[in-house]
């Protein structure tokens, strides 16, 4: 596996720019979006290396993964949808759609699809309130929201997700 | 339509692209500020003005920044852009549609403190709106409105975006310096406070986007324009968010002290298939819920009444309107099972207690709980009351005594339908 200093060493120093040098570890989170980008997930050996980057211990780097929701060490699908169901998204039919979503996509809430693709999660407030349901679409490069959904045009989206996932990775559409 | 200040792209199209901004007389506030203006008289300004915090504590700004020690160097500034209680969606809008407003904002507010880095610390989900930022922070420096020496002056300024990665409890300030610094978004004990110990030790403002949008405003136009609006204590106009039960969610902004009735029912058409409305909360999930008997509809909304009439602070201005339809035990479930999920684990009364409120509750839900439990979920909210390192423990029982107290027949009814079957 490629060395994230290889990969995105330009973006590495940008990151490392953004802070005083005397702290580095700031830049702990960003480097692990980086480390996010290729696989959908955040190995080990990602871990090893951003604290040689930053100089702290691999544990530090290991405890912010599991706290922050949105670092994922599990394999995952490669399009993570992710439903709010919070209060005011529920007074507006989120739970009834998480459900739904997961009849059309035949997985349970935190399972993926077989074909590797989707992964549905349960998530909390998305500052969106107004605009339930909604969700975003987690995916290694990034996050989109999908505001005022229904079950019709969660669909769209899905087959979108789909005809992206064909084409060649950094690809020209 | 009326003429919008804070959620400016409503009266003028494409005010988030720089031309348009500057057009309008964006950044001369800034260049005021910065060529004529002293850092005190920056900071006596927005004292004047009389602007409170808008993130839900309500703090006098101008104060705030008053407190930084010209001792010890440097200074910095963070927006906190991390905007996740449940109900609050008005700095997503103003980020999205309106930003050059809030980052001149920030820029403002890095001069009156003389700091010459600043932060801008976005929830994670906001990962669309970092990347609009990062490029409308490059243009600002290709125009000379940040780097080196601006407006030929000798102050400098550069701003950051930093990304969180999906925790509510990075709201809180000091668990957001925390994040910022890299290590786990928990509160830090206080005192020492952010004014003198914040960012890497360093004296440290943090401000909501929203606190920072009213700036160019209150430099531009004046403390006295700003005070026409709202109440002597609770002055200026507010972004309300409205979700729930109403026909037309969504933010509104208006003048400091409108009623509830006004919200709800002029602004956002009124309750879902013509239900009665039950119950009103005014500061998200984190709210005490107030009934809503028509007296209370006809309340103002500002710092101080909401609190003194029903023990119900305004925060951020998120009202949630529940009808009928809801039952405050479901509801009770659903912002307990929020605040469990969102606890940062540091103290002990927060993370266990929302815990065994979390069973109790989904125990009430599956209809499997006895009177005994009712009382059981009141007593472990109440052993979390006043006990916990940060505001969080404290907001995750607002709503479960308040809905216990005001509607404990919403409880009974799940009671008994197991039991009598």
Known sequence: MKKLAELYEDEIQVILAKYPDEQKRSAVMPLLYLAQRASGRISQEAMQEIAEILDIAITDVA???????????????????????????????????????????????????????????????????????????????????????????????????????QKPPGGAA | MSEHYLLRHRSVPHIDRLDVY???????????????????????????????????????????????????????????????????????????????????????????????????????????????LDQRIAQLEADGLLGEDIFGTDYSLRLFTHLGAGAYICGEETALLESLEGKLGQPRLRPPFPATAGLYNSPTVINNVETLTNVPLIIGRGADWFRSFGTDKSPGLKIFSLSGCVNRPGNYELPLGCTFRELIYDHGGGIVQDHAIKAIMAAGASSVLIAATPEALETPM???????????????????????TVNMAWLAFKTIGFFKHESCGKCTPCREGTFWMNQIATRIMRGKATRADIHLLENVAQQIQGKCLCALGEFSIMAVLSSLKLFAKDFEQLIKVEHDG
Request: glycine residues 10%.
């Open chain 1, 63 to 165: 405890s912010i993964v599991g706290f922050y929701s949105l670092f994922h060490e599990e394999p995952g699908g490669r399009y993570r949808i992710q439903v709010c169901t919070d209060l005011p998204c529920a007074l507006r039919g989120a739970d009834a759609f998480l459900r739904q979503l997961c009849d059309l996509l035949g997985v349970e809430v935190g399972e993926t699809t077989a074909d590797g693709l989707f992964t549905i999660e349960e998530v909390k407030c998305l500052a969106a309130c107004h605009r339930a349901p909604v969700f975003q679409v987690q995916n290694g490069d990034g996050l989109e929201y999908h505001e005022n959904q229904t079950i019709d045009t969660a669909r769209l989206v899905i087959d979108e997700l789909r005809l992206r996932a």
């Open chain 2, 22 to 132: 500057r057009s309008q007389g964006g950044f001369e506030a800034f260049h005021k500020a910065v060529t004529s203006l002293k850092p005190g008289e920056v900071i006596e300004e927005i004292k004047k003005s009389g602007l409170r915090g808008r993130g839900g504590a309500g703090f006098p700004t101008g104060t705030k920044w008053g407190f930084l020690p010209n001792t010890l160097w440097p200074h910095y500034v963070v927006a906190n852009a991390d905007e996740s209680e449940p109900g609050t969606f008005k700095d997503h809008e103003i980020l999205e549609s309106n930003p050059f407003q809030f980052l001149e904002g920030l820029m403002i507010a890095a001069y009156a403190v003389q700091a010459q880095r600043a932060y801008i610390y976005l929830r994670g989900e906001f990962w669309q709106l970092a990347q609009a």
């Open chain 2, 302 to 324: 500002d710092y101080e009444t909401t609190l003194e009439k029903f023990g119900a602070p305004l925060g951020s201005a998120s009202i949630i309107v529940l009808d009928e």
